[in-house]
């Protein structure tokens, strides 16, 4: 799974790569794939994170501002996908202690989740 660094000024920005993943997410061959569109506004999704496994993490903005936000799970190329009702950074924790949430990330690191520095 890769998750970068929210900070602009580095190489790797999560906000840089957010725009990107946002245009390809609306190009039209992928957007079959989403149970909504990708964006800024309630109820559209927002890619956060991906996997070697061609999973990408979103984030799905809540419809009404007191509402929660949610974890959707799309596998690429695939209809498959998942919407885990929690929080993030629960889904993150689940994530990182090795349980499953995700579609098939779990299938290629046996021995867990590791840190990788990205140059």
Known sequence: MY??????????????NIRGDLELWRDEDMVEFLPSPVGSN???????A???????????IPDD???PWRVVVQESGSP???LKE???????LDYLKGR??????????????FYEFLP
């Open 86 to 92: 929690m929080r993030f950074s629960d889904w993150l």
């Open 65 to 67: 501002p007191s509402s």
């Open 80 to 82: 498959a996908r998942t």
């Open 100 to 113: 499953d949430v995700t579609l098939c990330s779990h299938n290629f690191a046996p021995d867990g989740p």
């Open 42 to 48: 309630p109820g559209e999704l927002i890619p956060v």
């Open 3 to 16: 998750l970068t660094h929210p900070a602009s000024r580095l190489l790797h920005s999560l906000g840089d």
């Open 50 to 60: 991906s996997a070697t496994t061609g999973e990408t993490v979103f984030l799905r």
